[in-house]
């Protein structure tokens, strides 16, 4: 709400990426222009084990469809206003997920 009237795009930034360069923010700015929203994301080179316990593997997933999704997330104005207020609408709590201590 503290954006500029005349604002069209926004970029939501976290502290965790504090390099992030201005050729990526330039494209997720250029995409979300374009189709509404946008958010960097790089490709996952890990193995990924799913577990519901934490004890026991269920599955390994498969890497090539999943994608590490970073900042910034990129929204023309209209579209991240329209999605908060349904979530005021809809009195939508929006729960902190605690870091995992290492």
Not at 70 to 85: E, G, M, N, Y
Request: glycine share 2%.
């Amino acid at each position: 709400m503290a954006l500029p009237e005349n604002a069209e795009v926004v970029a939501i930034q976290d502290a965790a990426r504090p390099c992030t360069s201005p050729a990526l923010i330039r494209a997720t700015v250029e995409a979300a222009r374009a189709v509404g929203a946008a958010v960097a994301a790089q490709a996952v080179t890990d193995t990924i084990k799913e577990s519901r316990d934490g004890k026991l593997v269920e599955r390994t997933l498969d890497r090539s469809r999943l994608w590490a999704v970073q900042t910034p997330q990129t929204f023309r104005v209209d579209v991240i206003r329209r999605a908060l207020a349904e979530v005021r609408e809809r009195k939508l709590e929006l729960p902190m997920i605690p870091r995992r201590a290492s």
